[in-house]
């Protein structure tokens, strides 16, 4: 039986360690900066990316991963002989699917399925991560797609930023324009929905935020076992570290992950957004 390789794309940014053990390909997005592109990841990363925002005169912004970028790696692993199952991220949020799928038709009859995760970061790295894990034991391909559209019924990601408008200004918020413009010490609470980010409430203090967040993360799992945990950051290693112990405190669970957001998810959220994500009841 012919092997399953899993390839996602950067805005997933599962820890290096857990790329490696699992065999996961990824595909870079394109970081804009001026006249410089960078590949999302491996040409820059989170550190290097907020010490230049800081002094930055022009603002960055983002491309989806090419196709030619694609038919390489699907050439490379189908002369292995390996068939493919991609996850990435949303199609309401990037072109990526798009090229992966004009990838896939350079190869008829290639055993290739794409998924669109309807997410991104560690929420869709959670689906990754299932799937990668059922492969490793011998999952076909048809069994490793089933994996992939339970594993997306069963994730979810709610997070705080500092502003909405990187957001804004990318076009990647939905029904959030009334929380626009808001006072500095309200802090906006978003959920990525359907594929879809909105804005769902704001609060007034930060600490209140990384409060509701765990709160409303425990509401999403509704008592569902198992439980896996990751607290995500922007530049806020430890407000993000405090929030994930406040979840590690009030959810059983039996994985909690910390990570940071790539530099092409930190060009839309923004310095300074704490996140929670979770797989609940597999």
């Known amino acids: 039986m012919a092997k399953v390789s899993i390839i996602t794309d950067s805005t997933a940014y599962l820890p290096q360690d857990l790329l490696e053990k699992h065999h996961i390909s990824v595909a870079p997005q394109v970081l804009i900066w001026g006249e410089e592109n960078f590949e999302d990841g491996v040409d820059i990363s989170p550190t290097e990316f907020y010490t230049r925002l800081k002094n930055a005169k022009v603002m960055p912004s983002s491309s989806q991963v090419t196709p030619k ?7 490379d692993l189908i002369e292995k002989d390996h068939e493919i199952l991609a996850i990435l991220i949303s199609e309401k949020l990037s072109g990526t699917i798009a090229s992966a799928i004009q990838a896939r038709d350079s190869f008829p009859g290639a055993k290739i399925e794409i998924l669109d995760s309807q ?14 894990r059922a492969a490793d034991e ?32 990318g076009g990647r918020i939905g029904g959030g324009s009334r929380f626009l413009g808001t006072a500095l010490n309200i802090k906006p609470i978003l959920e990525l929905q359907e594929g879809r980010v909105e804005a769902i409430e704001r ?6 935020s990384l409060q509701r967040l765990v709160e409303l993360v425990e509401e999403r799992i509704g008592g569902r076992e198992p439980v896996r945990l990751c607290g995500l950051h922007a530049c806020a290693e430890e407000d ?6 406040l979840a590690k405190d009030r ?11 790539s530099p ?19």
């Open 240 to 245: 993000a570290k405090e929030m994930l112990g």
């Open 138 to 169: 011998g999952a076909d391909l048809k069994q490793c797609l089933e994996i992939a559209e339970r594993a997306k019924k069963s994730t979810g990601v709610v997070f705080a930023v500092d502003t909405l408008e990187f957001l804004h200004r």
């Open 203 to 208: 609060v007034r203090t930060r600490t209140k």
């Open 264 to 282: 092409v998810v930190g060009t839309h959220a923004g310095p300074g957004t704490v996140g929670l994500a979770f797989m609940a009841g597999m």
């Open 69 to 75: 970028f694609f038919h390489a790696l699907f050439n």
């Open 119 to 132: 997410s991104t970061s560690m929420a869709m790295g959670f689906q990754i991560l299932a799937v990668a």
């Open 251 to 261: 959810i059983p669970h039996i994985e909690s992950i910390f990570a940071e957001v």
